[in-house]
């Protein structure tokens, strides 16, 4: 379990990583960290991970306890968002800027899958969101999309950058995780078999 856990990390940062070196937007979290990383003079990979710690402080009070790949999915997707962020530059085509955009969102959709799959404990902001979901017994959706719509206007105030590949991502990033799950599934049943 934990090799698919390291590479679903990995390639979630890895995707991450491409819609920032798009230049088009990045993610609601990722534009955050930004954000936040612009202004403390720190690297984007630094950035992500002073807030993903933040966020999982928060896991105290409300009382969730972090698996193992809840530590993991601080430490890797930071790394791998950091090293792809700082070594793929962002191309001057529509054409190639496009191509980061939908490989960063295929990425995540495939990293997520690979490590959602391994039930070693969800992610610091999913940690947030489900208990939140259970405490105030509003839709997981409504839950979600308020943190995500908070971070998102935070991020672009503190000078994150939003853009048509935030909109992507926000449009496209269920599908991907889906058709991800999708096969994953199909692969382990074969392998069952």
Partial sequence: MVAPLAGGLSLFGFGEGLLVASHWGATPWTVFAQGFGHRLGISLGWSTLVISSAVLLT?????????????A???????????????VSTPSSWILKAVLMVSGV????????????????????????????RRLGISVVYVRLSIEVVVLIIGWLLGGVVGIGTAFFAATIGFSIGLSLNVVDRLVTRRGA
Avoid: C, Q
């Fill in 59 to 71: 896991w105290w009070p409300l009382r969730e306890k972090p698996g193992f790949g809840t530590i």
């Fill in 73 to 87: 999915n601080l430490i890797v997707i930071a790394y791998a968002l950091d090293v792809t962020a700082a070594n």
């Fill in 106 to 133: 295929a990425a995540i959709g495939i990293g997520s899958a690979l490590y959602l799959t391994t039930g070693l404990g969800p992610g610091p902001r999913d940690g947030v969101m489900t208990s939140l979901h």
